[in-house]
């Protein structure tokens, strides 16, 4: 524990929330754990290992909720960045994170730190370029993405055979190839306990990520019903909660298996709808034959807080699932 938290009277973090396509995003402007200058992902390694109870403080309950994404802006190490970001949320922390990427830049923009134009953003998986547009819409130009196993079987208890791609869009994915659901807010209940199946069977099987990493997002896919849509999906996020946007690292992912697929060509247009009807528009560039996708969308702030943290509160550090 640093030693501003075994103080907590004396503490207060100032944080700006916004929401991408009804994903939130709440920033960490100041007050946050000091963790040194090494890269982001030194600092993300730091912030999980000896600040884990900082992370839920910001975004578990009673200050947030499971669906709460947090950002810590740092200062980046490669100055020409205008930021660097470390993600996280209730369970954990992300290594990128789209929707709050965006989230970021509108936030940068509404703090008069950014004005429209090309920005780069230093996250632990690496530097993306943000484009903060005229209208206020942001393009994201994501890490290299791409698919790792086609068309993959995985048992599923339950539910029988399931089949899908594993790829890489920031974050590890398991893109489901063809499912009985209908993706509806109704259904929410149903998608998420299908989609969590899916990943307790990944787990117990052993099916990973490269290096090992656990894939911790699955993705369901259906027709949009919206003209000029391609697609809409549902997305289960590390922990139990949904994506409420189309989930940049998502999209990306399913990007670099429709290029895979020969299904969509270089700057082309893909329209992503989300489960709540929001919707992100990608592309995806070829450079030394990896596929960079970009996701644009728009986030609106709409909070400023600051947090407090009071002495003789049982729950100043969040409640932990
Ligand atoms: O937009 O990449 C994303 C994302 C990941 C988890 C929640 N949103």
């Given at each position: ?15 700006i929330?916004s ?5 939130p ?12 200058r090494?890269?982001?992902s030194?600092?993300?390694e ?9 992370r ?18 740092c ?7 205008a930021a ?22 509108a936030?940068?923009a ?9 920005h780069k ?27 790792k196993?086609?068309n ?6 339950g539910?029988g ?8 869009g ?15 807010l ?11 199946a ?13 290096n ?8 369901l ?19 139990k909660?949904y994506?409420?946007s189309?989930?940049?690292t ?21 329209r ?33 807080a ?12 969040g409640?932990?699932?």
């Amino acid at each position: 524990m640093n030693d501003a938290i075994k103080t907590p009277a004396s503490r207060r973090v100032r944080v700006i929330d916004s929401h991408t396509g009804g994903e939130p995003t709440r920033v960490v402007v100041s007050g946050g754990p000091e963790m040194g200058r090494g890269s982001l992902s030194e600092r993300l390694e730091c912030f999980r290992e000896r600040h884990d109870d900082f992370r839920s403080a910001v975004v578990n309950e009673p200050r947030g909720s499971d669906v709460m994404v947090g950002a810590l802006l740092c200062e980046p190490v490669d100055s020409s960045c205008a930021a660097g970001v470390i993600f996280f949320n209730n369970v954990g922390y992300l290594g990128m994170c789209g929707h709050g990427t965006i989230g970021l830049v509108a936030t940068l923009a509404y703090m008069k730190r950014i004005a429209p134009g090309e920005h780069k953003i230093e996250t632990p998986v690496g530097i993306v370029t943000a484009i903060l547009n005229a209208s206020g819409e942001v393009t994201v130009h994501n890490v290299a993405s791409y698919r790792k196993a086609a068309n993959f079987a995985v048992d599923v208890p339950g539910y029988g055979t399931v089949h899908g791609d594993v790829a890489w869009g920031g974050n590890w994915f398991f893109l489901v190839r063809s499912h009985e659901l209908t993706l509806t807010l109704a259904n929410i209940e149903q998608l998420t306990a299908f989609t969590r199946a899916i990943r307790r069977a990944l787990n117990a099987n052993g099916i990973t990520g490269d290096n090992g990493k656990e894939i911790d997002h699955v993705e369901l896919f259906a027709p949009s019903e919206k003209p000029g849509v391609h697609s809409k999906n549902f997305v289960l996020c590390p922990g139990k909660a949904y994506d409420r946007s189309p989930c940049g690292t998502g999209t990306s992912a399913k990007l670099a298996c429709l290029y895979a697929d020969g299904k969509l060509r270089e700057g082309e247009i893909w329209r992503q709808e989300s489960i709540v009807g929001s919707i992100f528009e990608g592309s995806v560039r070829v450079r030394e034959g990896k596929i960079y996708p970009s996701i644009t969308g728009s986030a609106f702030v709409n909070a400023e807080a600051e947090l407090v943290f009071t002495s003789g509160d049982p729950f100043c550090m969040g409640i932990r699932g």
